[in-house]
C-alpha cells in the first residue's frame, strides 16, 4: 500500500475505534491518543517535504520541524523518557510501531516519536515495512545514548 495511503487507513481505523467505544460509551483515552497519533501521523508532511533538525537542551531531546508548506513545530523529549523508549526498541523482538513503545513505555504519543524519528536518522533503528521498524544492532539502548551525548557535545 502507498504511504498517504497507509496513512488515511491508519486514521479511518482509528476514528472507526473512536465512534464505537463512543457508541459504547467506553471511549478511553487511548482511543482519542491513537486517534490523535493517526492524525498527527497523516497530517505530517513526507520528510522530503520538510526540514527536521535535533537538538539537545536543557536535558532533553529536541525535534524542530520546518515544513516546506505550513508552521514550524517543535516537540521535546526528556532524557528520562528517550532513555526508556530506547529500552523498549532493543526489548522489542520482531520489531515496533509507535504504539508498541507508547504502551510498553507509557509516554505521551509525541516523546515517543521524537525519539524514534532521532533513532531513525542516526540509524539505530530502521525501518522494517509500512509503520514497522527494527533494532539495527542488538544494542540499541547503548547506540541511542552514544547519539544522545554526541548530539549533546555538539553544542
Same mark, same amino acid.
Given at each position: 500500500? &502507498?504511504?498517504?495511503?497507509? #496513512? &488515511?487507513?491508519?486514521?479511518?481505523?482509528?476514528?472507526?475505534?473512536?465512534?464505537? =467505544?463512543?457508541?459504547?460509551?467506553?471511549?478511553?483515552?487511548?482511543?482519542?491518543?491513537? &486517534?490523535?497519533?493517526?492524525?498527527?501521523?497523516?497530517?505530517?508532511? /513526507?520528510?522530503?517535504?520538510?526540514?527536521?533538525?535535533?537538538? @539537545?537542551?536543557?536535558?532533553?531531546?529536541?525535534?524542530?520541524? @520546518? /515544513?516546506?508548506?505550513?508552521?514550524?513545530?517543535?516537540?521535546?523529549?526528556?532524557?528520562?523518557?528517550?532513555?526508556?523508549?530506547?529500552?523498549?526498541?532493543?526489548?522489542?523482538?520482531?520489531?515496533?510501531? &509507535?504504539?508498541?513503545?507508547?504502551?510498553?513505555? #507509557?509516554? /505521551?504519543?509525541?516523546? @515517543?516519536?521524537?525519539?524514534?524519528?532521532?533513532? #531513525?536518522?542516526?540509524?539505530? @533503528?530502521?525501518? =522494517?515495512?509500512?509503520?514497522?521498524?527494527?533494532?539495527?544492532?542488538?544494542?540499541?539502548?547503548?547506540?541511542?545514548?552514544?547519539?544522545?551525548?554526541?548530539?549533546?557535545?555538539?553544542?
Amino acid at each position: 500500500m &502507498l504511504p498517504y495511503l497507509q #496513512k &488515511l487507513h491508519d486514521v479511518l481505523n482509528a476514528a472507526e475505534a473512536a465512534l464505537a =467505544a463512543r457508541e459504547a460509551e467506553m471511549l478511553t483515552s487511548d482511543e482519542w491518543d491513537a &486517534l490523535a497519533h493517526a492524525v498527527a501521523a497523516a497530517t505530517e508532511p /513526507p520528510p522530503a517535504e520538510r526540514d527536521e533538525t535535533f537538538t @539537545v537542551e536543557d536535558g532533553a531531546l529536541v525535534r524542530r520541524v @520546518v /515544513p516546506r508548506k505550513g508552521q514550524p513545530y517543535e516537540h521535546r523529549c526528556p532524557q528520562e523518557a528517550f532513555e526508556a523508549i530506547a529500552a523498549a526498541a532493543e526489548e522489542a523482538a520482531g520489531g515496533f510501531v &509507535l504504539d508498541d513503545l507508547r504502551r510498553a513505555t #507509557k509516554l /505521551p504519543w509525541t516523546q @515517543v516519536a521524537v525519539a524514534v524519528a532521532f533513532l #531513525k536518522e542516526r540509524g539505530c @533503528v530502521v525501518p =522494517a515495512g509500512g509503520r514497522k521498524h527494527a533494532a539495527a544492532s542488538t544494542c540499541v539502548y547503548e547506540d541511542a545514548m552514544t547519539e544522545y551525548h554526541a548530539l549533546h557535545e555538539e553544542k
